[in-house]
């Protein structure tokens, strides 16, 4: 029995180690090996926050990213997470333009496969009906995933009555998406069958995160319970708050029988090479981790805590962490309990750090949150679980008022964003990073700081040592000698 797997390295990995901080040069480095492994397919960086993440703190271009992954993938199936949105903060983003950017990827070879959740924001009944026509039309490979989540109202039912609803549109493969980790053997047992049988035989796949430490023995629970497919990443982007390692799960699917398709002995260069570029940048390196019941209380992804931690650092508040993540304990509950994936645990992690920063709860509301208590994220995101009281207290406040009235504006033609944004003469590509960031500033810094910097593999042995000889200027020189033949590399600074 085959076990196919999917790879989440360079997307899922990055944003749950690395605060999606991987750049174009260091999947570079690594991508034809991966492009010939065997994976079924391959996540990448080309939605989301990675995009903004990528442009604005590595000063690198997001298609000049997708180029290199058509280019350097040309065999491997590649995936992202998509919907109707360009950013997943998008409440309601005009349907041309969200057209425009993902047929643009498709376009360039650097996407087949879209991985669309139908449990958040409503996407299975507001967007699935226009969305998945739109992609289907770009030849892309369609995946439909449902979020795991605990709460008084997610049961084993629910995911059944929701598994039958995404059979309506026809998708090539679902998947259950653990985003917090929270997955355990016991629920999955009872869980996963009732999955497998309302897929009524689409292909089903198993994704999760290591945040509990469960997973890799929850992947090998799936198995028994007939899922072929699982999520995995390749270390150091695995583990930790990340998925299972490919190393881990493999090796143990083949000790129980099963015959993993991916070839671990190709891998193992790839993961050599991440790890030193991970030192060298002084990167997270991925370790399975202990148990943890908390996760299991306040239910937050490995990528927002990841994200979370990192801006609470850069405003020198990182001990106050503990407080935020309590506090989304009760903000999650007065909003009826909404499944803790982007852009749902983004909104309701931004409030609770409000709360405690401000003392008081409530004091300051962002928008999307009274966004969510107008229903612009739908019924099943929590709005018809929400806190009546707290929802009537933001219905009624001035700025719910202002943002009604700007959601009541007509679509606007891409003719329109166009001019406003762009003009005569500019490419798409630069028209729609102006629309992701939201003007010029960040982009001029891009092009500015020049291409994308390199990280050179082991097939490239002179050139590294070049590289690292210049950064030590008590070396004079370095003599290679193997037989008759001699060079001498001088360190012009020493």
């Known amino acids: 029995m085959d076990v196919k797997f999917i790879d989440t390295t360079f997307r899922d990995g990055s944003q749950s180690l690395w605060a999606s901080g991987i750049r174009i040069g260091m999947i570079e480095s690594v991508a034809q090996v991966m492009d010939r492994s065997g994976f079924e397919a391959i996540e990448v960086p080309v939605s989301g926050n990675a995009v903004k993440k990528l442009l604005r703190d590595s000063k690198e271009s997001p298609w000049d990213m997708a180029r290199m992954l058509a280019r350097t993938m040309p065999n491997t199936i590649k995936a992202t997470m998509a919907g109707g949105y360009i950013m997943p903060f998008e409440a309601t983003p005009p349907r041309a333009l969200v057209e425009l950017y993902w047929g643009h990827l498709a376009e360039l070879g650097a996407l087949n496969r879209v991985q669309v959740t139908g449990n958040v924001t409503d996407q299975s009944t507001r967007i699935y ?33 929701k598994t039958r609803e995404l059979l309506e549109y026809k998708p090539d493969l679902i998947y259950l998406k653990d985003q917090g980790g929270l997955l355990t053997v016991d629920r999955a047992r009872t869980l996963l069958p009732v999955m497998v049988q309302n897929a009524n035989g689409v292909p089903m796949e198993l994704h999760s995160h290591c945040t509990t430490g469960l997973a890799p023995l929850v992947y090998l629970e799936a198995l028994k319970l007939g899922i072929r497919r699982l999520h995995t990443a390749v270390p150091p982007l695995a583990n930790g708050s990340g998925q299972p390692s490919v190393f881990n799960v493999a090796s143990n699917a083949r000790l129980m029988g099963y015959s993993p398709r991916v070839d671990l002995e190709r891998i193992r260069p790839v993961s050599e090479r991440l790890t030193a570029i991970a030192k060298q940048e002084k990167l997270l390196i991925g370790v399975p ?72 709860r409530y004091k300051h509301v962002i928008d999307e949150v009274i966004l969510f208590a107008q229903g612009v994220y739908g019924v099943d995101s929590g709005y018809t679980w929400m806190d009546q009281n707290l929802k009537d207290t933001l219905n009624g ?98």
């Open 129 to 161: 009906p226009w969305a998945i026509p739109m992609f289907r039309k770009m030849g892309l490979q369609i995946v439909l995933n449902l979020s795991y989540t605990i709460s008084p109202r997610h049961t084993d039912e629910y995911y059944a009555q």
């Open 289 to 360: 981790l202990e148990y943890d019941y908390a996760q299991y209380v306040h239910q937050v992804p490995g990528g927002v805590i990841s994200n979370l931690r990192h801006q609470l650092a850069g405003l020198r508040v990182l001990d106050r962490l503990d407080e935020i993540l309590e506090e989304t304990v009760q903000v999650r509950k007065d909003l009826g309990y909404p499944i803790m994936i982007t852009p749902l645990s983004q909104f309701v992690v931004s409030q609770a750090a409000i709360n405690v920063m401000m003392g008081e």
């Open 397 to 494: 406040t001035r700025r719910s008022r202002e943002l009604q009235a700007g959601l009541k504006k007509p679509d606007v033609s891409l003719k329109e964003i166009r001019d406003k944004l762009a003009g005569p003469g500019v490419s798409d590509e630069e028209f729609l990073l102006r629309y992701i960031m939201k003007g010029e500033e960040e982009i001029r810094a891009m092009h500015a700081a020049g291409p994308p910097k390199p990280y050179f593999n082991s097939s490239m042995p002179l050139l590294t040592l070049i590289q690292e000889l210049g950064k030590h200027r008590q070396v004079r020189y370095v003599q290679v000698q193997r037989g008759s033949n001699s060079l001498l590399v001088q360190n012009q600074s020493a």
